[in-house]
């Protein structure tokens, strides 16, 4: 089993910074990849930014330029530095944390954390 806990986020002004993080544990743990993700309100889960290795990361079109993902393997952590910030980025983020088994891959998540943006 994974546990996922997240903090960072809370209310921010148009052009500000937040900084999310994010530790992995458990047994067992062979983590593939970690990454952030948002939902707002009435819209779809959606990938903002994942590590999959220190040269390997993906971000969404939308937070390029903006925002930074950054893992610590040794930690089983990661951080995602955002900045100017803008309203249409206000939504829950959710870490997601692939851990891969011989034949399988298991997606954990945490409990998400607000991210809101004032105009």
């Known amino acids: 089993q994974v546990q996922v806990v997240e903090s960072g986020g809370g209310l921010v002004q148009t052009g500000g910074s937040l900084r999310l993080s994010c530790l992995a544990s458990?047994?067992?743990?062979?983590?593939?990849?970690m990454g952030w993700y948002r939902q707002a309100p009435e819209k779809a889960r959606e990938s903002v930014a994942i590590?999959?290795?220190?040269?390997?990361?993906n971000y969404a079109d939308s937070v390029k330029g903006r925002f930074t993902i950054s893992r610590d393997y040794a930690k089983n952590t990661v951080h995602l530095q955002m900045n100017s910030l803008n309203p249409e980025d206000t939504a829950v983020y959710y870490c997601?944390?692939?851990?891969?088994?011989?034949?399988?891959?298991?997606?954990?998540w945490g409990q998400g954390t607000q991210v809101t943006v004032s105009s």
């Open positions: 997601g944390v692939v851990n891969s088994r011989p034949d399988s891959y298991s997606i954990y």
């Open positions: 590590a999959f290795s220190s040269e390997n990361t």
């Open positions: 458990g047994s067992s743990l062979n983590i593939s990849s």
